[in-house]
Nanobody, 124 residues
Framework: QVQVVESGGGLVQPGGSLRLSCTAS???????MGWFRQAAAKEREFVAA????????SYADSVKGRFLISRDNGKNTVYLQMNSLKTEDTAVYYC??????????????????WGQGTQVTVSS
């Protein structure tokens, strides 16, 4: 069984930055990795994804130019750097792994393994 764990959430002011991390065991070096988020009373939505090599990425329109997804397969870690944060970015953020690569799409059903989520709150 693959275990996925997110970390790095917290409280930040509008305009601030935060970096989320995701680790998995035993490994996800050959998987597509994605970040999703779910705000209160809303559906879980796609945020970003990165293919196995780290050379291809995909972003939701709402975060383009502000968020950056990256991975270090040697450290078995995926990151989501979030800049210029807005109040509407407030949500529980989830890391997920898709056994297929390249990136298939934005649906949650494409992903096989999920973390428990980490809360990000953007508020003044």
């Amino acid at each position: 069984q693959v275990q996925v764990v997110e970390s790095g959430g917290g409280l930040v002011q509008p305009g601030g930055s935060l970096r989320l991390s995701c680790t998995a065991s035993p490994t996800f070096s050959s998987y597509t990795m994605g970040w999703f988020r779910q705000a209160a009373a809303k559906e879980r939505e796609f945020v970003a994804a990165i293919d196995w090599s780290g050379t291809t990425t995909s972003y939701a329109d709402s975060v383009k130019g502000r968020f950056l997804i990256s991975r270090d397969n040697g450290k078995n870690t995926v990151y989501l750097q979030m800049n210029s944060l807005k109040t509407e970015d407030t949500a529980v953020y989830y890391c997920a792994a898709d056994r297929w690569s390249p990136i298939r799409g934005t649906l949650t059903t494409y992903y096989d393994y999920w973390g428990q989520g980490t809360q990000v709150t953007v508020s003044s």
